[in-house]
């Protein structure tokens, strides 16, 4: 007893210590890249004079080392003097000072950055003008490829690798512990030798090719940060940049599973025990860090829900394939050695034990794969129409005949091999089969988890119709609304450089189909009175000129007295329905620490409820188990029922004003004027009219109103809330509405 404690304790803290390492790994490594937000001067601006400096303001934090600008004047050749800078003050912006000898004329400036956040690197490129408009002259196009590290097929081949490699150690541990281990110890004490080595090495060549795969993944990264592959650019990654950072972690953890399964202990104990526990812990969290910086970490409400979901669905997948390969090498090959007859008693002890853990793996696997298909595609229509979602398709034709072959194991040869030997030999076959479809599986994984989900290309091609084009001396955007087949809305708005727009100024929109007989339609529009649109001048129509689907040819042509016309062409896509209505409803979501009990009460009820149906609940541990099934059922039941996030009508819909100081004080004076009452001068719930509601007004400054999307808060102002605050539709715009919701997002920081 007394060597029981600490031992015990110690279990504990290696469990703790690999728990924090799995969380620490991905700390932030989630969510999109460093696009640029503005610059200065800004895209097309022409300025009279030579500016201090070139600055860009990104959306996330860069890393100072490998982030760079380059400037080319009008003949492209590359002005040595320019110096990048990350502003020490603010990693969201770098700079480079300019020499104030620059002659006018036409200067593009070309960028390339590494996000701190993520690793990611992002380039691009954009052109202003010194002097006047008689200076300006065609652009310069850079070579793109000064700025993009493109590692090609090393990235995916390195996240085949490493899912395989832990696949493959994650199930050794699950197989060998409840398959092979009891099954082995009934029969022959030499088998057992055998699949104990067996097994033990098998784990640690999972695990030496996840290490390979993560190897794989440095030499892409760096590819990416530096644009080389010298040993200088591995190091400079390595210890230059958060993403080294994390992969040291990463090997730190690897290591510890190392470790453990390297020791004889877990291979030699007789019951599942401490080490036993303890590999399992570890080979389990071990998946953490891949679900965590996985598409279900960048879901933006209910992602503790989604991560987990990812991370069952990885643990299911491990116990189910790599349990196949654990089964084929340390169990079903040994066991060849063995006279006809012998085998078969094994074979036919072993088989049943697997299934079970397979059923409920492919339980497991089918439920948290649907939720995940909801999450990221969210409809069939999505599931054809987007590369992610062929490729997801693919991922699913692929695994249809593993499952079928799982099948016809279970059903049919597994009782064939209780009566007849030679069975054995086709049950060999099909698992080896069952193995080369699981890897397949995983290699279309790889592709699958570098590409952009299904939702996110479906909501950027809804707003697809909308076109900005800085042209000569004018800046004009057009929208399409809604860009489908039938009555559409077209807008163009002009924005002059300088000065007016004069009063004769005409807008024509031209639309054209190549294929279609009897030519361009030609849409006069109407210039609108002037509104509250600054130096912006609008000018629409209504037509249902596009009137079957495909490509279509638009040009717009300005014309103004005593100035050359302004055209402008572009093809673009017309959809049989609006873009915006192919973008799936909303999944439901669940939030906060607890709703992560939700899926995690399914899949031990799954699991429990598969050990319990072995038996047909004939035994009494068996009915126990059954009911403990049932008791986690209605335990998720209830976790969901608790932490489901209420949606509206405009859940998914984005705000279309940007979150600028302006609109946070337009948003600001409206709150004031219509919200203060109740909710408070500060937004804290505090309003002097609170005595007479029937509910306390929510604090608007609390973590609640972080859980909801802007188009959640949008629906409230607007309908209000039954029955305790009123809908203001009929005294606020849209756009108010909008300043609103910036301005609600302000309280929070
Ligand atoms: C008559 C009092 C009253 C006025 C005026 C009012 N609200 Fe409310 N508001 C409430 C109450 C009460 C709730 C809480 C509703 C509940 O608990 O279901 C609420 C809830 C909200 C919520 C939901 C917060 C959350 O996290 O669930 C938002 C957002 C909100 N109000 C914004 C506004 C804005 C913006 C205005 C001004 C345009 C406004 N409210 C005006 C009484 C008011």
């Known amino acids: 007893m007394t060597s029981w404690r600490p031992a015990r304790t110690s279990t504990a803290i290696a469990l703790f210590l690999a728990l924090l390492v799995s969380l620490l790994i991905p700390a932030q490594s989630v969510s999109g890249h460093a696009y640029l937000d503005e610059s200065s001067p800004d895209a097309g601006d022409i300025v009279e004079d030579v500016p201090d400096e070139v600055r860009l303001w990104f959306t996330e934090p860069l890393e100072p080392d490998h982030s760079f600008i380059i400037l080319y004047d009008a003949t492209g050749e590359e002005i040595d ?47 202003f003008t010194i002097g006047s408009r008689e200076d300006m002259t065609e652009p310069v196009s850079p070579d793109e490829d000064v700025t993009t590290g493109n590692p090609g097929l090393i990235e995916p081949l390195s996240k085949w690798l490493s899912f395989i490699g832990i696949t493959t150690a994650v199930g050794t541990v699950f197989a060998w512990l409840w398959v092979i281990r009891p099954t082995m110890m009934d029969h022959s004490q030499y088998v057992l030798q055998v699949a104990r080595r067996r097994a033990r090495n098998l784990a640690l ?53 190392g470790a453990i399964l390297y020791s004889g202990a877990l291979w030699r104990q007789t019951r599942v025990r401490r080490t036993g526990w303890l590999a399992l812990g570890i080979a389990l969290l071990a998946l953490l860090p891949f679900s965590m910086s996985s598409h279900a970490a960048a879901v933006s409400i209910g992602t503790n829900v989604a991560i987990i979901n990812d991370w069952l669905h990885l643990a299911a997948t491990a116990v189910w394939i790599g349990g196949l390969i654990a089964l084929f090498g340390a169990a079903i090959l040994p066991t060849r050695s063995l006279e006809p007859e012998e085998r078969q008693r094994v074979l036919a002890d072993l088989i049943p034990r697997f299934s079970t853990m397979a059923i409920a793996s492919v339980v497991v696997l089918t439920l948290s794969g649907i939720y995940s298909a909801w999450l990221q595609v969210g409809s069939i229509s999505a599931m054809q129409e987007t590369e992610y979602g062929r490729t997801l398709s693919l991922k699913l034709l692929i695994s249809l005949p593993l499952f079928l072959l799982g099948g016809l194991n279970l059903m049919v040869i597994s009782p064939w091999m209780k009566r007849a030997a030679q069975a054995g030999k086709h049950f060999g076959r099909t698992v080896a089969a069952e193995i080369a479809l699981g890897a397949a599986v995983l290699g279309v994984v790889a592709v699958l988890v570098s590409m952009a989900p299904a939702r996110d290309t479906l909501e950027s091609q809804a707003e697809r119709t909308n076109f900005r084009f800085e042209h000569m001396d004018l800046t004009v955007a057009t929208y399409i609304s809604p860009g489908a ?51 912006s001048v609008r000018f629409a129509e209504n037509g249902s000129d596009l009137s079957i689907p495909g490509t279509w040819d638009m040009e717009i042509v300005i014309q103004r007295t005593n100035e050359v016309d302004w055209r402008i062409d572009r093809s673009f896509e017309v959809p049989e329905v609006p873009a915006q209505d192919q973008v799936p409803g909303p999944p439901p979501r669940l939030e906060g620490l607890q709703s992560v009990g939700a899926p995690i009460g399914i899949a031990l009820a799954v699991v429990f409820g598969a050990v319990a149906a072995r038996h047909r ?15 986690f059922l209605v335990f998720a039941a209830l976790t969901t029922w608790q932490t489901l996030v209420e949606t509206t009508p405009t859940t998914q819909a984005r705000n279309p004003i940007l979150s600028t100081p302006q609109s946070i004080e337009t948003g600001r004076e409206l709150y004031l004027e219509h919200c203060a009452v109740c909710h408070g001068p500060e937004g804290e719930g ?51 509405a909008w300043h609103l919701v910036n301005y609600i997002r302000s309280l929070r920081e």
Do not use: K
């Open 81 to 127: 003097e320019v110096e990048s800078r990350i502003d020490p003050d603010d990693q969201f912006q770098m700079y480079t000072p300019l020499p104030d000898d620059l002659p006018n004329g036409t200067y593009t400036v070309q960028w390339r950055n590494i996000s701190a956040a993520d690793g990611h690197s992002e380039s691009g490129f954009f052109s």
């Open 205 to 257: 060549v999972g695990l030496g090719i996840a290490v390979l795969g993560s190897v794989l993944a440095l030499v892409a990264q760096t590819i990416i940060v530096t644009l080389g592959l010298t040993i200088q650019d591995v190091t400079d990654t390595l210890f230059g940049t958060q993403y080294g950072l994390f992969w040291g972690l990463r090997i730190l953890q690897f290591a510890m599973l």
């Open 485 to 535: 087949v039938g009555q559409n809305n077209y807008t163009v708005d002009v924005i002059p450089d300088g000065g007016e727009l004069p009063e004769d100024t005409s807008v024509e929109l031209r639309l054209g189909r190549e294929a279609l007989l009897g030519g361009t339609r030609q849409i006069e529009l109407e210039r609108l009175p002037e509104g509250d649109r600054g130096r």
């Open 617 to 631: 609940f004939r035994t009494e541990p068996d009915r126990i188990l059954g009911w403990l099934a049932l008791m």
């Open 686 to 736: 505090d309003g002097e009219d609170i005595d007479r509601l029937e509910r306390p007004p929510a604090d608007l400054t609390g973590p609640h109103v972080e859980i909801h999307t802007d188009g959640d808060i949008y629906w409230w102002i607007m309908d209000g809330i039954d029955p305790a605050m009123p809908g203001f539709e009929s005294e606020l715009s849209d756009e108010d």
